[in-house]
């Protein structure tokens, strides 16, 4: 049974970065995807970016690009989004996800598992 728990996620003052984990157990990660997506109150879940864990490609919406980078640890089967340069319009849930087939998108439906998310809350 795979397992994802977010953690580091915080308040913090605009201009300010937070580093978010991802703790994945019940699988050892090789050719997954993993992403992280974020939900603000009211609006629809958007995608933050993904990595192939399989040679770490990469991939941001314009959104972010720039601010945000996904990198892993493969030994402790972990993915860390690093968060700069926030905006109050960064505040969400920030979600990880995991597609054991590899294939995952920027399509939430592209991922079967899930973490509950962590609080991400970015004051002006």
């Known amino acids: 049974q795979v397992q994802l728990v977010e953690s580091g996620g915080g308040l913090v003052q605009a201009g300010g970065s937070l580093r978010l984990s991802c703790a994945a157990s019940?699988?050892?990660?090789?050719?997954?995807?993993m992403a992280w997506f974020r939900q603000g109150p009211g609006k629809e879940r958007e995608f933050v970016g993904m990595i192939r864990w399989s040679g770490g490609r990469t991939q941001y919406p314009d959104s972010v690009k720039g601010r945000f980078t996904i990198s892993r640890d493969n030994a402790k089967n972990t993915l860390y989004l690093q968060m700069n340069s926030l905006e109050p319009e960064d505040t969400a849930v920030y979600f990880c996800?995991?597609?054991?087939?590899?294939?995952?998108?920027?399509?939430?439906?592209?991922?079967?598992?899930w973490g509950r998310g962590t609080q991400v809350t970015v004051s002006a």
């Open positions: 019940g699988r050892t990660l090789s050719y997954d995807t």
């Open positions: 996800a995991l597609d054991s087939r590899g294939r995952g998108g920027w399509d939430p439906r592209d991922y079967g598992f």
